[in-house]
């Protein structure tokens, strides 16, 4: 029987385990369990796979495959973005948790979402779609449903295709009134406002491969195209908590969910190409493929991967300064503790020494006294003997 998996929170499940562990907010996993976890250096990433789903917006996600330190396990990670639930005029502030629901539905990934029968025929303005409501920070529940969930159909509707559609006979007459350019002014400023009030959700699943758990992420792999690999030689992968840092100073860069910008696939080509350039000696099984497309249509990302390499190289100089400053400072705590034990023993070995003395002393003390009074005996038994001879003489 295959030992335990090790016990490291955030990567690695138990075989007891049922469920995957989804946390909805990459920074909160980070500094939950990875960044300051030193056994995460030691957990090194053996591939970097690169999917695109089938259907629908053909959401696209990163898997990362993690070897344990003890090289006998190996855990999957998923990274992907999807879109925040409407805020209805209350912006969240970057780096707060968005939380959802799994779908109880197994190994369906498109819940919710309404299929394209004819795909020669792409959707009309493509993009992730809104996620549900939201539940604790983290959640071992039944398999969750991919990010291309709408919960609301009206808001994604309102988000993803016609943001400024009137509504009733008066608004269109409004409308009908203003000049042509007013109109489309307000109508991309209003498309703007909207998409720009979605914060992004960026989300971290993880389980240990082969396990119970595993098998929810497995089945969204298989549901998905995987477009590219990147695969690293043997013991020269990233370790977790660099790739931790990526994902986190890439959502960082755009925290909040543009449409035609910052999108799922901005999100994975962002990492993916950022990976490339920041870990070197990977080979990559596909140079061109379609990611970053829906249905082949090429849709618009922004450039940001030279912000994210120099945000990681800033973020990840910290962290180990940080780290070492830690252990510095943890070392001095140590040394300081080995310091006081040492005084302690040496105390205690001079109070022994002291007893020690003290002991013998007292000890000769009696046998001088024992001797003195052995001596003093026999001169009194003398001194009888004298006196008891003295009287016979006499006699």
């Keep these: 029987m295959a030992p335990e998996p090790p016990k490291i929170p955030g990567l690695f499940t138990g075989y007891g385990t049922t469920y995957a562990v989804t946390i909805t907010n990459v920074e909160l996993w980070n500094d939950t369990y990875i960044r300051k976890n030193l056994i995460t250096r030691g957990c090194l990433v053996t591939t970097i796979r690169w999917y695109k789903g089938r259907k629908s917006v053909q959401h696209e996600f990163l898997r990362f495959d993690i070897l344990s330190p003890d090289k006998v396990h190996i855990a999957i990670v998923i990274a992907d973005r999807g879109k925040g639930g409407s805020s209805k005029g209350k912006d ?7 939380l959802f629901c799994p779908s109880t539905e197994p190994a369906d990934y498109s819940i919710g979402v309404t299929e394209h029968t004819d795909t020669t025929t792409p959707p009309v303005n493509p993009t992730d779609s809104v996620i549900g409501p939201s539940t604790p920070p983290v959640t071992t529940t039944p398999p969750l449903a991919s990010p291309d969930v709408a919960s609301d159909s009206t808001e994604s509707s309102a988000d993803e295709t016609t943001p400024n559609i009137a509504r009733g006979e008066s608004a269109a007459t409004d409308r009908k009134k203003k000049p042509k350019a007013e109109r489309s002014s307000t109508n991309a400023s209003s498309s703007s406002n909207i998409i720009s009030r979605l914060p992004a959700r960026d989300a971290i699943s993880h389980a240990t491969l082969d396990s119970t758990a595993s098998a929810e992420l497995e089945q969204r792999c298989k549901d998905a195209d995987c477009i590219s690999t990147l695969t690293f030689p043997e ?3 990233p370790s977790a908590d660099k790739i931790a840092t990526l994902l986190v100073v890439t959502s960082a860069l755009e925290p909040m969910y543009q449409l035609m910008h910052t999108q799922c696939y901005w999100f994975v080509a962002t990492v993916f190409e950022a990976s490339k350039r920041l870990f070197p000696g990977a080979e990559q099984d596909i140079t061109k493929h379609k990611g970053g497309s829906c249905y082949r249509i090429r849709i618009p990302q922004k450039s940001s ?5 120099g945000e990681y190289d800033k973020a990840q100089t910290a962290l180990d300064a940080e ?9 001095e705590r140590e040394e300081t503790r080995r310091r006081e034990v040492e005084r302690l023993q040496a105390a205690e070995e001079r109070a022994r020494t002291l007893e020690e003395r003290a002991r013998i002393v007292e000890e000769e003390r009696q046998r001088e006294r024992q001797a003195a009074e052995e001596e003093i005996a026999k001169l009194l038994r003398e001194l009888e003997a004298s006196r008891a001879g003295a009287s016979t003489g006499q006699v």
């Design 92 to 98: 969240r502030l970057p780096g707060q948790a968005l």
């Design 235 to 237: 013991n020269a992968g």
């Design 305 to 309: 991967v030279d912000a994210v390499c």
């Design 323 to 331: 780290i070492e400053q830690e252990r510095r400072v943890e070392q």
